[in-house]
């Protein structure tokens, strides 16, 4: 399983960054996706998931109203917008996947590499 993230880089306080993430060598189509991020110094934390169809959507309280999951499977790949960015949102952003939402947040599914996101105020 591969997962390639893309779409970092600096932006002022309030501005917008769009990440990808291209997945391959899974079912894409029934695979959950999910995106994580660590900043310097700090654990490792969920920031939003996505099931299979894109029916259903969670997001970490601190990014709620903020930050937009979407998937196309046609494309295999799962998105991030994220808006009126924050410097606390600076973190490598790493996408992962699994065969479900819990198994996504659990952090025990699959990993790709990050991608910098930093904010600047």
């Known amino acids: 399983v591969q997962l390639q993230a893309c779409g970092g880089g600096l932006v002022q306080a309030g501005g917008s960054l769009r990440l990808s993430c291209a997945a391959s060598?899974?079912?894409?189509?029934?695979?959950?996706m999910g995106w994580f991020r660590q900043a310097p110094g700090k654990e490792r934390e969920f920031v939003s998931a996505?099931?299979?169809?894109?029916?259903?959507?969670y997001y970490r309280d601190s990014v709620k109203g903020r930050f937009t999951i979407s998937r196309d499977n046609a494309k295999n790949t799962v998105y991030l917008q994220m808006n009126s960015l924050k410097p606390e949102d600076t973190a490598v952003y790493s996408c992962?996947?699994?065969?479900?939402?819990?198994?996504?947040?659990?952090?025990?599914?699959?990993w790709g590499q990050g991608t910098q996101v930093t904010v600047s105020s």
């Open positions: 992962a996947a699994g065969s479900s939402v819990a198994v996504v947040r659990g952090g025990v599914g699959y």
């Open positions: 060598g899974l079912t894409f189509s029934s695979s959950s």
């Open positions: 996505i099931n299979w169809s894109g029916d259903n959507t």
